[in-house]
């Protein structure tokens, strides 16, 4: 079983950057592939970033390429997601999730095995 925590949302204005943060309370939390996900509201949930196991390998949605980051420090079993240049547009929630299996299918949301509980993202225009 693993929990995830994610935190660093809020409210920032276009333009702003956030870091987004998941903790992962499972040991072997170097074995999963980590992704993050956004729901905005009255949408489906949607891929955003997905980082291998390792950290060497990273796949982003069209949409955020160049402005998101996803990285990973599993000495401290927690993953990021560095957003910049936010627009209103990137206002959800955002969730991460962990997987086994290594990077197939990371972009699917049926891929995933554990969820957090997701923090909210404002953007202001």
């Known amino acids: 079983q693993v929990q995830l925590v994610e935190s660093g949302g809020g409210l920032v204005q276009a333009g702003g950057s956030l870091r987004l943060s998941c903790s992962a309370s499972a040991r072997t939390f170097s074995f999963y592939t980590m992704g993050w996900f956004r729901q905005a509201p009255g949408k489906e949930r949607e891929f955003v970033a997905a980082i291998s196991s390792s950290g060497g390998a990273t796949d982003y949605a069209e949409a955020v390429k160049g402005r998101f980051t996803i990285s990973r420090d599993n000495a401290k079993n927690t993953v990021y997601l560095q957003i910049n240049s936010l627009k209103p547009e990137d206002t959800a929630v955002y969730y991460c999730?962990?997987?086994?299996?290594?990077?197939?299918?990371?972009?699917?949301?049926?891929?995933?095995?554990?969820w957090g509980q997701g923090t909210q993202v404002t953007v202001s225009s």
């Open positions: 999730a962990a997987k086994t299996g290594g990077t197939t299918t990371w972009n699917r949301l049926d891929a995933y095995d554990y």
